[in-house]
């Protein structure tokens, strides 16, 4: 991932353009998770298809930014809410 984060860009910033791609063709609004997550499930439709090595690497590479994006949202929306674990 580190690999394609140094071509493409933050994984955040390429899935948030793809979003905005998306909805304008959908007529709906899609957030980045959902773009990582559609993309997920179209590689993982591939593998219904026969399985390949680097189909999976890339499912799971997705989800993995799918999680990244969400676990951001959710701490962000944590801090904002007031409910920020404290440590020590």
Same mark, same amino acid.
């Given at each position: 991932?580190? +690999?394609? &984060? #140094? +071509?493409? *860009?933050?994984? +955040?910033?390429?899935?948030?353009?793809? !979003? %905005?791609?998306?909805?304008?063709?959908? &007529?709906?609004?899609?957030?980045?998770?959902?773009?990582? %997550?559609?993309?997920? +499930?179209?590689?993982?439709? %591939?593998? $219904?298809? *026969?399985?390949?090595?680097?189909? !999976?690497? $890339?499912?799971?590479?997705?989800?993995?930014?799918?999680?990244?994006?969400?676990?951001?949202?959710?701490?962000?929306?944590?801090? %904002? #809410? &007031?409910?920020w674990p404290v440590v020590g």
């Amino acid at each position: 991932m580190k +690999e394609r &984060g #140094a +071509e493409y *860009g933050p994984a +955040e910033e390429m899935h948030s353009q793809i !979003a %905005r791609r998306w909805s304008l063709v959908l &007529g709906i609004p899609i957030d980045s998770y959902t773009a990582a %997550r559609m993309l997920a +499930e179209m590689k993982l439709a %591939r593998l $219904d298809l *026969g399985f390949k090595d680097d189909t !999976a690497l $890339d499912a799971l590479n997705y989800l993995a930014i799918a999680t990244e994006i969400q676990s951001t949202k959710n701490e962000l929306a944590a801090k %904002r #809410a &007031g409910n920020w674990p404290v440590v020590g």
